[in-house]
């Protein structure tokens, strides 16, 4: 009896240990406040494990930096009606995220406004 339980348990640990290992902290953003940006899409890159979208944000000073912004997977905006085609470079887009906590410009993205679109979530 003791052997069936071990291995069922070796089986349980097996099958879940791929999907508890592909999760990642967050504890690099300060996911208690949003930061509010504004810019032009430069790149996207539309892949696994992170859609990663690159903005160019001009401050009031006319200065350019761009942003490095990490989304959910590309399966994840998929299941959630987001289509690879909704920006591209060029694009002008709004966005809510979480910004890195070593204030370099780099932010979880939270939600994604395309210019006269609708708000949508990207994480």
Known sequence: MRSIILTFAALAAALTAPT???HHSHGNYLVTEYTYLSGVV???????PHVWVY??????????ATWFLEAASANILRRQGIAEDLIGPGDTVSVRCHRLRDGSNGCLLGFLTPEGGVEQEWD
């Open 55 to 64: 903005l160019d944000v001009t401050d009031d000073e006319g200065q350019t």
């Open 42 to 48: 430069s790149e996207l890159h539309w892949i696994n």
């Open 20 to 22: 508890a290992s592909a």
